[in-house]
């Protein structure tokens, strides 16, 4: 008998499971890891962010043409957005809540010495600005995820309103997607190996941190992820999106470790794609939700500034009181479109939100060391929340056209 051959998310766990045992007995020899095993890491995330382009582009207009229909764009973003808003509401209210169930925990550190500069963060008028493009290319060169997104809906839009005259161009952009698509399997072959390179330098230089004094606010951060994960995901995806939780989780499982060692939404974008689809979201559906996701939702970044937020109060003797988290859920919800495809946007948010309660923005330096580790997890959640939404939209555009089919057979009849 053939022997059978392990699943990717198998192949997947194993690989980092082994970086992590390797990265640990290398402690002594970062160094090399980074010098020597990194390298082989990047150049897989290389390739995987060379193929996002083209992927986003070619497959969101390949459905924007298949939906020949404008109104059912805007039906799916506005359901996509309503989500993330709502979901990032929830998540940095869990963050604050978790981290203050561990505030007691939380070590009292010397602060007298602290130097941070913070980011400048964008304005809203200069996000705004910068979701749409200046000229046909800079977009594609500089990877700007939501100037592609903005391109490739108004590409779409215009072949939909073309008509039959627009059939070639139609042609081109579904072979397009078939290479490309194509190209993304070969790719994703090779991810484990990418995975063992990416996670085992992580692991060589950062393991005394994990076991350090800020510990508690790691596992602070750590349980409010899988909390919002297994919590608010299940419920959503259980009632608006009609499906076990236990079949998504384990149809997620590959998109979620590769998330975590990688640290990349973006490059975890097209594993995402394939494993929603497996699951059963419809291609025109995450084509569309997706690409926005891991441009605009930001669940885990979002706990990630209320356990950041309360850590570095308590650090500086501060009682953070009611208003205080009232106003970090709101900058923190709408800060995370605001920092739209910011490299370091994480940091970007929370220099934000500590400066909209007044709190010591100098007080980023005490978690900026162990930020990697903390943006393992939070991308991992990241890009959970994007295949959730991919699937409850899915369901829910079906119940809409199921409707609609109903009311025009009553009429017909």
């Known amino acids: 008998m053939a022997k059978k051959k392990l699943s990717l998310a198998a192949q997947i766990f194993i690989a980092l499971i082994l970086g992590i045992i390797v990265g640990l007995l290398m402690q002594n020899y970062a160094d090399f890891a980074n010098s020597y095993i990194k390298p082989w890491g990047t150049i897989f995330l290389n390739l995987l962010k060379f193929i996002v382009v083209p992927i986003v582009l070619f497959s969101m207009l390949s459905g924007i043409i298949s ?20 979901t990032t509401a929830v998540a940095i209210i869990i963050g604050l809540i978790g981290a203050n169930i561990f505030k007691g925990a939380f070590p009292v550190l010397e602060t007298s010495d602290l130097v941070y500069e913070a980011a400048a963060p964008t304005s809203f008028m200069d996000t705004i600005v910068n979701i749409f493009p200046s000229n046909f290319i800079s977009p594609m060169a500089n990877a700007s995820m939501l100037q592609v997104i903005v391109m490739a809906l108004i590409i779409g839009f215009a072949i939909i309103l073309v008509g039959e005259k627009a059939g070639p161009a139609i042609r081109g952009i579904n072979s397009f997607n078939d290479v490309f698509v194509k190209c993304m399997d070969l790719i994703l072959k090779i991810s484990p190996i990418g995975v063992f390179c990416l996670i085992c330098p992580v692991a060589a230089a950062n393991g005394p941190a994990v076991l350090g004094s800020l510990a508690m606010v790691l596992i602070a951060a750590y349980i409010c992820y899988f909390v919002h994960m297994f919590l608010t995901y299940s419920l959503t995806i259980s009632t608006l999106g009609q499906m076990s939780p236990a079949k998504f989780f384990k149809g ?38 997706l690409p926005l996701g891991a441009t605009i939702n930001m669940d885990g970044t979002a706990i990630y500034q209320g356990v950041c937020a ?9 009682d953070l009181t009611l208003s205080q988290m009232v106003t970090i859920v709101l900058t923190a919800t709408l800060a995370s479109i605001g920092t739209a495809g910011v490299p370091g946007a994480g940091m970007v948010m929370l220099t934000m939100v500590l400066a909209s309660v007044g709190l010591p ?45 109903n009311a025009e057979n009553q009429q017909a009849s």
């Open 361 to 405: 923005v100098e007080g980023i330096a005490l978690v900026a060391g162990i930020d990697r580790i903390f943006d393992m997890g939070r991308t991992a959640v990241n890009v959970t929340g994007d295949a959730a939404c991919a699937l409850i939209v899915s369901n829910l555009e079906r119940k809409k056209a199921a409707r609609k089919g």
């Open 67 to 86: 939906m020949h229909d404008i109104k059912k764009v805007g039906s799916i973003g506005l359901k996509t957005i309503i989500y993330y808003m709502c």
């Open 252 to 289: 997620q499982l590959p998109a979620f470790m590769f998330a975590f060692s990688s640290a990349s939404s973006v490059g975890t974008l097209p594993i995402n794609m394939k494993g929603c689809e497996e699951m059963g979201a419809d291609k025109e559906v995450t084509s569309f939700v």
């Open 310 to 318: 309360v850590f570095i109060a308590s650090c500086f003797g501060i």
